[in-house]
């Protein structure tokens, strides 16, 4: 195995391993109920999340728009993983308890081949009647925000997330 494939490697093995215990920065209705969900979603890339995690959703700015920050340097999985779990947060839904495997498990576990029952009910029932959001993704990131955006839209069984 060459070195610099065996140091990806590396990388993703520590990046995975720590999943378990770096979890989502926040975001979800206990602590931003007040908030409204928002027509238009930003997704970004930051050198680190304030809160340490591995991404955080802020509904709460007041300018009428979220906010999803994601930490750099991920590796493609679980950025896509990252982006989807905090795409919930945009919607209003709340952490679902540690260890599940689902997308909005607050320890952000591996995995992204499909939603919990329970967050798609959820997003169902937080999206009816409503227009879709719109997702503008930061440099770099369209291809990960539209396969995050896809994953709810398919599970949903309607478009939920309008990536632009």
Known sequence: ?????????VRAALVLAALGTLGCGGGG???QADCPIHASVHVNLVNEVPSGGLGATDRCRGDGSTY???????????????IAHELGHAWGLAHVYDGTG??????????FDSLCPLEVQHLSAASLGRLPLDVFPGPGLFDATAEA???WNQSVGRVVFVVR
Request: contains cysteine.
């Open 1 to 9: 195995m060459s070195g610099s494939r065996r140091g990806w490697l």
């Open 29 to 31: 209705p206990t602590t």
């Open 68 to 82: 999803c920050t994601v930490e750099s340097d991920l590796p493609d999985a679980v950025l896509r993983r990252v």
């Open 102 to 111: 689902c997308v909005m498990d607050q320890n952000i576990l591996p995995g």
């Open 149 to 151: 955006a896809t994953l």
